[in-house]
T-cell receptor, first 114, second 114 residues
């Protein structure tokens, strides 16, 4: 079956602009996660959606970052007023239920802020 | 605060040699433990996980890991590596007390020499 898909695969933007990154999870997966992978660093957890519950936003690095998940499926991560330090690969993952279930990762969106 | 340390950022190994990738964590509570692998130009995928039960966990592609509570370690091993094992490996933990937060290590790049 189809895996997790993300779009765009690459995004180049100018400092100060807003960007939207999209994630389509595996059908039937109730949990969805966003991570950031910066060059030479591990994965940084950003936000977690579980079903219709309010998301766990504890990992968002600043109030410029926000995410929503519509209809329990597609999710959008928005970064407002982008900064150069936002440049990274943004990964989305989904799992059947919660964190202890196997997470299936998408290919990522590489964001470059000039 | 919990943290995950992968002691080696890079591990070069000859083909068919054994390998151990080290992972230590710091946590005042019990944790769930994971190893993820990222092959070149591919998304992350789960290698294995420890939730409970036997401390020796077997995963895909001949990898295994052993949970050592007293040493707070979860080292990954393979008795004989192949060129196809070239990838980046990430250790991760989820504290029991916060099953909505996952902490990743910074990764170990495994390179296999023929």
């Amino acid at each position: 079956g189809a895996g997790v898909s993300q779009s765009p695969s690459n995004k180049v933007t100018e400092k100060g602009k807003d960007v939207e990154l999209r994630c389509d999870p595996i059908s039937g997966h109730t949990a969805l996660y966003w991570y950031r992978q910066s060059l030479g660093q591990g994965l940084e957890f950003l936000i977690y959606f579980q079903g219709n519950s309010a998301p766990d936003k504890s990992g968002l690095p600043s109030d410029r970052f926000s995410a929503e998940r519509t209809g329990g499926s597609v999710s959008t991560l928005t970064i407002q007023r982008t900064q150069q330090e936002d440049s990274a690969v943004y990964l989305c993952a989904s799992s059947l239920d919660g964190f202890t279930d196997t997470q299936y990762f998408g290919p990522g969106t590489r964001l470059t802020v000039l | 605060a919990q943290s995950v340390t992968q002691l080696d950022s890079q591990v070069p190994v000859f083909e068919e040699a054994p390998v151990e990738l080290r992972c230590n964590y710091s946590s005042s509570v019990s944790v769930y433990l994971f190893w993820y692998v990222q092959y070149p130009n591919q998304g992350l995928q789960l290698l294995l996980k420890y939730l409970s039960g036997s401390t020796l966990v077997k995963g895909i592609n001949g990898f295994e890991a052993e949970f050592n509570k007293s040493q707070t370690s979860f080292h990954l091993r393979k008795p004989s590596v192949h060129i196809s094992d070239t990838a980046e490996y990430f250790c991760a933990v989820i504290p029991y007390s916060s099953a909505s937060k996952i902490i990743f290590g910074s990764g170990t790049r495994l390179s296999i020499r023929p």
